[in-house]
């Protein structure tokens, strides 16, 4: 069976507008929806759009369980060619690549994906309501967090990945967070502060684990030649890939190997890129462990070596690698699927609007979501004019 | 289907019996139980485990409320994986490779039995 996105041409859409909602703690009784279509309004204002002009519409939400239907409701667009494919975090990701190849296909020609959550407001086990797993649920895993600490402690077994180099990546993520102003968490935070945090699941204290914000967004995609025709630098999607190796951690084929090693694969063979060739690595870090294993699954160092690779601040500002600009799930805000937020970011970045956390001379980035436990991996590979 | 997948493996774990599947095909064991064979397709056969197994992975989890307890996930001897706990010994003692034995345990009430594990050095 050949790769699901391997058809998919190189450059065969663009982002052309990108915006957060509101983020953080929202506004009383909010609703996903309300998100989703505020990230809508302000990323077709973003590239000058208006919301006529959107036909078709990606989205994802743990709390609504049609929410194309609630979208296309909500807008007002009747007509739209609708996907609202769920595979956790990594929703968003493979979105871009099926807006892509809805785009190129002729289904729709502006496609807005959307994102919202208030998962802070109203609870994360309201926001996001568990299913039982008979083979599971009676051993009681903190889910999602047990599912990581069970890949950690394979992790730091195998390759002596250590307590000190998992908290780096939490100590980096924050360094990064404390250069971002729309950043949830930007106090400072030590290896030893992360340690010495409240244990929720061996090797992981609370430190480890990703935020529980609200928050949402949108992003705006379309053919090449249209974004080029828009008011912002257009950022083309090069290359797509997906892999989903398993549902539950205990179907998980290799707990140190994930199917980013597949959906990493098409997606640099797609854009005719290498780990070399990127400028800047978005990685979905619910807990420090992801940011590890990416790193190797992805190429950017040999498996086994990640705990290594990020010792010593490699990817906290001014780093060997730029990882997590924004501050991450781990300090920006994770509302439940930051998928969508990687994407944000690296657009950013490649437009050189990021401020004070701006990578100089980019003009490439991957973004790599993660959804489930480990379980449902999409990589999307982003650059500008230059790298196409 | 007479009996679903889930009910015929706990029908057996009510014995004291871990049950699995194999691949009629190929033979590969798999678990959980299934109605037909992942990547074949294949018909599946009932097999009984015979409980012994090595730690692959654990984890301690610490409640809010609450004593912390063991997670882990057990390699048994026949080919195949499942989550399950280890007990008679300390959360923080359960160590990747150890090996264990298979027990049942009851919840009572209404819970269904669950497989559960303890050090197979402590006897057998």
Redesign the interface.
């Known amino acids: 069976m050949s790769p699901a996105l391997s058809p998919l041409p190189r450059g065969g859409a663009a982002i052309a507008g990108i915006a957060c909602s509101d983020l953080g703690a929202v506004a009383a009784q909010m609703s996903p929806i309300d998100l989703m279509a505020q990230g809508i309004s302000r990323a077709l204002e973003d590239c000058g759009l208006r919301l006529a002009d959107v036909d078709g519409l990606f989205c994802a939400t743990t709390q609504a369980r049609t929410s194309a239907m609630s979208l296309a409701e909500y807008l007002g667009l009747p007509d739209a060619y609708t996907d609202s494919t769920i595979v956790g975090g990594s929703s968003f990701e493979v979105h871009v690549a099926h807006a892509l190849a809805a785009i190129d296909a002729g289904l729709c020609s502006v496609a807005a994906i959307a994102y919202g959550s208030t998962q802070r407001t109203v609870g994360r086990r309201q926001a996001s309501v568990r299913e039982y797993n008979?083979?599971?649920t009676?051993?009681?895993?903190?889910l999602p967090a047990?599912a990581y600490?069970?890949?950690a402690?394979?992790h730091m077994?195998l390759y002596g990945t250590t307590r000190e180099q998992l908290a780096e990546v939490a100590v980096a993520a924050r360094a990064w967070a404390q250069r971002n102003p729309a950043a949830w968490d930007r106090r400072p935070l030590s290896i030893a502060d992360v340690i010495a945090a409240?244990?929720?699941?061996?090797?992981f204290t609370v430190r480890d684990c990703c935020l529980v914000t609200d928050g949402g967004g949108a992003l705006i995609v379309v053919a090449p030649e249209r974004a080029r025709a828009l008011r912002r630098k257009p950022v083309y999607v090069l290359g797509c890939g997906q892999s989903i190796t398993h549902a539950?951690?205990?179907?998980m084929p290799d707990?140190t190997v994930t199917g980013a090693v597949a959906a990493g694969a098409q997606a640099y063979r797609m854009a005719k890129l290498s780990p070399r060739e990127i400028g800047l690595a978005m990685l979905y870090d619910a807990f420090t462990i992801n940011t590890i294993l990416f790193l190797e699954d992805l190429g950017f160092c040999p498996k086994g070596e990640g705990g290594r690779f990020v010792a010593d601040g490699a990817i906290a500002p001014g780093g060997r690698l730029a990882v997590n600009t924004n501050g991450g799930g781990l300090s920006f805000c994770h509302p439940g699927m930051y998928g969508l937020f990687l994407l944000i970011e690296a657009v950013q970045q490649l437009r050189g609007e990021a401020g004070e956390r701006q990578v100089p001379g980019i003009h490439t980035a991957i973004a790599h979501g993660n959804g489930g436990v480990l379980s449902a991996q999409a990589t999307t590979i982003l650059g500008t004019a230059e790298a196409l | 289907m007479d009996a679903s997948p889930l009910s015929t493996y706990l029908d057996f774990l009510e014995k004291d019996i871990l049950a699995f599947q194999r691949d009629a095909e190929t033979g590969a064991a798999v678990f959980y139980p299934r109605v037909i064979a992942p990547r074949t397709g294949a018909a599946l056969t009932w097999h009984h485990s015979a409980g012994l197994g090595t730690v692959h992975a654990t984890t301690v989890v610490h409640p809010q409320q609450g004593e912390p307890y063991n997670v882990a996930l057990i390699d048994l001897d026949e080919g195949f994986r499942m989550m399950s706990r280890v007990e008679d010994i300390a959360p923080t003692a359960v160590r990747i490779g150890m090996r264990v034995r298979f027990r049942t345990h009851r919840p009572g009430g209404d819970e269904p039995p669950i497989p559960v594990f303890f050090p197979a050095e402590a006897g057998a």
């Open positions: 008979p083979y599971e009676p051993f009681r895993p903190f047990s600490a069970l890949a402690s394979r077994h409240r244990p929720v699941s061996d090797p539950s951690i205990s179907s707990l």
